[in-house]
């Protein structure tokens, strides 16, 4: 909280000191002046006006948070009003795990790779232009060349719904690159759903295209032709979300779908494989309730009442 007293930018060191010993007679401070604009809002304090922290308390049940303004600084001849009193809050942070994986491939139509248990081949999954012939199609002969895409469905935590969103993050891990020094840009998109049946020939649609970032080098020891299956030694690549995750909350969506590629990328030195387990990291907060049953008290200050505002 702070009050509405203030000091000059050009005041003497000895006016800025007794300002600030006469805050501290009442147990308040004065806000920092390059903190604090020329007069109290409430967004902010003035240059050199009395703050003081409120106390907080919840009621038995946890059903009701309590403010309670410094006394001393409200009860103070020389607070110059109004007071402002503006509670400070923490975001929360939640995390969403993902559900389902799938690897899709050009050359490979019909094949699908939903939650895979295979460790030989599809330890990982891929994204690019996949040039070294890792697909042979059904009944076909191969090994052939083509695009892949890499689909991932991760839960949207329920404690965001009509939340406000501060920050959310897909972290995906890279888990493999055709060449160690290179880089690409990925993509992601928000596409439809998947589940068993998804394939090249029935892949779910792009919703939105989010966000795409530069993502490489590669692992040192997983490049070229050495492959390192420890998800410990991947690298982390952040994918920023918010707008979409704030659409999750406000819709209360239960999961969030999205693609990984190279949007029209067809140089084989920047394919990539990235691992299973993406997680989505959200900072989040809610609104509070609607303050009812209002009162304000005076006990301690010299005089016992209650009254409704």
Request: aromatic content about 10%; overall charge negative.
């Given at each position: 909280?702070?009050?509405?007293?203030?000091?000059?930018?050009?005041?003497?060191?000895?006016?800025?000191?007794?300002?600030?010993?006469?805050?501290?007679?009442?147990?308040?401070?004065?806000?920092?002046?390059?903190?604090?604009?020329?007069?109290?809002?409430?967004?902010?304090?003035?240059?050199?006006?009395?703050?003081?922290?409120?106390?907080?308390?919840?009621?038995?049940?946890?059903?009701?948070?309590?403010?309670?303004?410094?006394?001393?600084?409200?009860?103070?001849?020389?607070?110059?009003?109004?007071?402002?009193?503006?509670?400070?809050?923490?975001?929360?942070?939640?995390?969403?795990?993902?559900?389902?994986?799938?690897?899709?491939?050009?050359?490979?139509?019909?094949a699908s790779h939903y939650d895979t248990t295979d460790t030989t081949d599809y330890w990982s999954l891929g994204v690019g232009y996949?040039?070294?012939?890792?697909?042979?199609?059904?009944?076909?002969?191969?090994?052939?060349?083509?695009?892949?895409?890499?689909?991932?469905?991760?839960?949207?935590?329920?404690?965001?719904?009509?939340?406000?969103?501060?920050?959310?993050?897909?972290?995906?891990?890279?888990?493999?690159?055709?060449?160690?020094?290179?880089?690409?840009?990925?993509?992601?998109?928000?596409?439809?759903?998947?589940?068993?049946?998804?394939?090249?020939?029935?892949?779910?649609?792009?919703?939105?295209?989010?966000?795409?970032?530069?993502?490489?080098?590669?692992?040192?020891?997983?490049?070229?032709?050495?492959?390192?299956?420890?998800?410990?030694?991947?690298?982390?690549?952040?994918?920023?979300?918010?707008?979409?995750?704030?659409?999750?909350?406000?819709?209360?969506?239960?999961?969030?779908?999205?693609?990984?590629?190279?949007?029209?990328?067809?140089?084989?030195?920047?394919?990539?494989?990235?691992?299973?387990?993406?997680?989505?990291?959200?900072?989040?907060?809610?609104?509070?309730?609607?303050?009812?049953?209002?009162?304000?008290?005076?006990?301690?200050?010299?005089?016992?009442?209650?009254?409704?505002?």
């Amino acid at each position: 909280m702070w009050d509405s007293s203030s000091v000059p930018g050009t005041a003497s060191s000895a006016a800025v000191a007794a300002a600030g010993k006469s805050a501290r007679s009442v147990g308040a401070f004065l806000a920092p002046p390059g903190l604090a604009g020329p007069r109290s809002t409430a967004a902010g304090p003035s240059r050199g006006a009395r703050t003081a922290s409120v106390g907080t308390g919840v009621s038995a049940g946890g059903a009701e948070l309590g403010l309670m303004p410094d006394a001393a600084l409200l009860k103070s001849a020389s607070t110059v009003f109004p007071v402002f009193i503006d509670p400070s809050f923490s975001w929360t942070p939640a995390d969403g795990n993902e559900m389902n994986f799938d690897e899709v491939q050009s050359a490979c139509p019909t094949a699908s790779h939903y939650d895979t248990t295979d460790t030989t081949d599809y330890w990982s999954l891929g994204v690019g232009y996949d040039g070294f012939g890792d697909c042979t199609p059904s009944g076909g002969t191969g090994p052939v060349n083509g695009y892949a895409y890499s689909y991932y469905e991760v839960k949207v935590p329920s404690g965001i719904w009509g939340g406000y969103i501060d920050s959310a993050t897909v972290t995906a891990q890279e888990a493999y690159a055709a060449e160690c020094d290179s880089s690409a840009d990925v993509t992601l998109s928000q596409t439809g759903g998947i589940n068993a049946g998804t394939d090249w020939d029935n892949m779910p649609g792009v919703i939105s295209n989010v966000v795409t970032v530069d993502v490489g080098p590669a692992p040192s020891n997983s490049c070229d032709t050495d492959y390192d299956k420890s998800s410990g030694d991947w690298t982390d690549d952040g994918f920023g979300v918010i707008s979409t995750i704030a659409k999750a909350a406000s819709g209360d969506w239960s999961n969030f779908t999205f693609r990984l590629w190279e949007n029209g990328n067809s140089n084989d030195a920047d394919w990539m494989r990235f691992g299973k387990s993406p997680s989505l990291q959200i900072s989040y907060t809610q609104k509070p309730d609607t303050p009812s049953g209002l009162e304000i008290s005076t006990a301690g200050a010299g005089s016992d009442c209650t009254s409704s505002p």
